[in-house]
């Protein structure tokens, strides 16, 4: 099909996630919606090259699964009959840096499910949708304008080998998706603007995961495991989702440039890394569980949010979305739930395509960003060495900072806290909400009670006896 350059058409480089979210919300506002990629089509769900942190853990917050349960109806529970786990959220341990969190009694439950699963699955959606068509094994490598260069009009693609097609994809928006390597900074400098100033923090986490098969048999205490670092003394942390298979996906990272030396991607080195986390149970649940894949590395050393808001001049027809705009530390999971958030608002603002839509867009997008930054990079920021670039640290940071390490402590003790601070985390509140009266009033009676002597700090998560019997047959059958 040949799209002429007047014909409404809208083009979205890069089709992962946030590019798709982004087709999803655009197939209702233009005739049609191209997603060009530069990967080959895959066969079924599993990894691909575009997208390498795929083979680490991935947690999809609750409001994450909010939204795309609402925009692909039934999703979910296609994801389950594939055989992603449904659990209720407190079945989820987390161990912050003040000890276990208490559960929240939440009825509420959650899909866990890998990263490449989700993405096969809405992609399959969007691929029988006529209005969006997918163009693979094609890179974009620069962006195409009038004359006057004030507004973008398409994209140049070059093919990769067995693959051909028009080099040049005309359209009346274009959409950068492309991720947290994005290239339009270098795009949008070449044709004499300037590139979107950019804040960093230099979070420096390296990450180190593989597969696991579930053991048999292991005691139901909870379904997966979260364990922080513990600023500033224990920089590691890990995590064990549970994920279709009856896999468990363990990833353990490492904070502020510790990076895992290249031992920790072999079996031993693997579980010594785990014997370090501030919490013992992710090490004794791999420990008698059996590997199904070798040790991926990745580094992600730079939090970065590009500001194509405070653009003084873009041309018209260019937006961008998902990690090309913001790519957080990983460690707090909000990448994918940001970039399907950032979809309901482009939805919003396509909604009224007057002139100057673009500009808005990026401002509501960076609002809506603005929350889930400020989570990741205040806490990245307790890291000695973990420095704000390209912005001023917000007032009152280290306050609140200190009120995060009293409302911590109360949610190892306190279900209303807790609960206050999961949906927060799920984005499904915002920050503020952790100052509600109502919590606020529990974290420092909280406090006030641990230093009269009142209340004894939470006792360290011990291993339950259900575990214990667990590793000790274990260690029976491997005598
Ligand atoms: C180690 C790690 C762990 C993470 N863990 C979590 C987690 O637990 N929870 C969570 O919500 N998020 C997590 N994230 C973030 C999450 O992966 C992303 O937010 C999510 O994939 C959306 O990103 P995206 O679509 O913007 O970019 P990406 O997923 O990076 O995709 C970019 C796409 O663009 C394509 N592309 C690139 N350049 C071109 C080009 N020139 N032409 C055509 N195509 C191109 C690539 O092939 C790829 O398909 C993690 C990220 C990392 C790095």
């Not at 060009?36 to 917050?61: C, F, N, T």
């Not at 693979?136 to 304008?145: D, I, K, M, W």
């Not at 100057?356 to 809506?368: I, K, P, V, W, Y």
């Not at 973990?386 to 409302?407: E, F, H, I, N």
């Amino acid at each position: 099909m040949r799209i002429g350059i007047d014909s409404d058409h809208a083009i979205v480089i890069g089709g992962s996630l946030a590019g798709m979210f982004a087709a999803h919300a655009l197939r209702n506002h233009f005739a049609q919606v191209t997603v060009v990629e530069r990967d080959d089509l895959p066969e079924d769900a599993g990894h691909r090259a575009g997208v390498p942190q795929s083979h680490h853990a991935h947690g999809l917050l609750a409001r994450g699964q909010q939204i795309i349960e609402a925009q692909f109806p039934g999703i979910m529970a296609e994801l389950q009959r594939d055989g992603a786990l449904e659990t209720r959220l407190e079945r989820l341990v987390i161990v912050t840096p003040a000890g276990k969190m208490t559960p929240t009694q939440d009825a509420e439950s959650g899909t866990f499910v890998s990263r490449y699963l989700l993405e096969w699955k809405i992609r399959q959606r969007l691929m029988s949708d006529t209005r969006i068509r997918f163009i693979f094994r094609a890179e974009a490598v620069g962006l195409h304008t009038d004359a006057s260069r004030t507004r973008v009009t398409g994209v140049a693609l070059r093919y990769r080998k067995g693959q051909t097609g028009d080099t040049t994809l005309y359209g009346n928006l274009v959409v950068d998706a492309t991720g947290r390597r994005s290239d339009a900074p270098r795009w949008l400098s070449a044709l004499g603007y300037d590139p979107p100033p950019e804040e960093t923090v230099n979070s420096g986490v390296g990450y180190l995961s593989r597969f696991y098969r579930r053991p048999n048999n292991f005691p139901a205490d909870w379904d997966g495991i979260i364990i922080n670092a513990r600023p500033p003394h224990n920089p590691r942390a890990g995590l064990i989702l549970p994920i279709e298979g009856d896999r468990w996906h363990v990833t353990l990272g490492n904070y502020a440039g510790h990076y895992p030396k290249a031992e920790a991607a072999t079996d031993a080195g693997f579980l010594e890394f785990a014997q370090q986390l501030a919490d013992p149970s992710l090490y004794e649940a791999i420990r008698v569980a059996e590997p199904l894949t070798p040790v991926k590395m990745f580094r992600t050393p730079t939090n970065r949010f590009r500001h194509f808001e405070q653009l003084r001049r873009t041309p018209e027809g260019f937006i961008a979305v998902g990690d090309s705009v913001c790519a957080f530390n990983p460690i707090y999971g909000q990448g994918m739930t940001t970039s399907a958030l950032g979809s309901l608002v482009l939805a919003e603002v396509l909604s009224d395509r007057s002139p100057g839509f673009e500009r808005r867009f990026q401002r509501a997008l960076a609002r809506a960003v603005d929350a889930p930054w400020f989570i990741a990079t205040s806490e990245d920021l307790r890291w000695p060495g973990v420095m704000l670039q390209g912005a001023s640290p917000r007032l009152g940071t280290p306050l609140l900072r200190r009120y995060v390490t009293l409302l911590l402590e109360a949610a190892c003790a306190d279900p209303v806290v807790s609960r206050a601070y999961m949906r927060m985390l799920n984005m499904l509140d915002l920050p503020v909400a952790l100052l509600r009266p109502a919590v606020a009033v529990r974290v420092f009676g909280h406090a006030l009670g641990r230093r009269l002597g009142l209340i004894s700090a939470s006792d360290e998560w011990a291993l339950s006896p259900a575990m214990i019997a667990f590793l000790r047959t274990q260690a029976l059958h491997q005598k």
